[in-house]
């Protein structure tokens, strides 16, 4: 079972993103939130995937780089994994 937690400022930027990329193309819009959240379902069910940045914040964290110019900010917690 996937197990993560998008912040409330994740949630808000992927409405960001959605919306910038619809301004030009909805079906596009649409493609890369869901490419996202298949990746946010990959990292949840293998938490621990990416590389350690302590340099970036004092939280557990770690970056993750997918295809393209693609990079997710994982933040691990006990229980579930938490996009920032």
Not at 33 to 51: C, E, Q, S
Request: glycine share 6%; net charge negative; charged share 30%.
């Amino acid at each position: 079972m996937t197990q993560y937690i998008l912040s409330e400022d994740a949630d808000g930027d992927l409405d960001d993103i959605w919306d910038y990329i619809a301004e030009d193309n909805i079906d596009a819009a649409d493609h890369w939130i869901d490419r996202l959240f298949d990746a946010f379902d990959a990292i949840g069910n293998t938490p621990g995937t990416g590389h350690k940045r302590e340099d970036l914040t004092a939280y557990p964290v770690r970056l993750s780089c997918g295809r393209s110019t693609r990079r997710l900010l994982i933040r691990l917690r006990q229980s579930s994994t938490t996009f920032a």
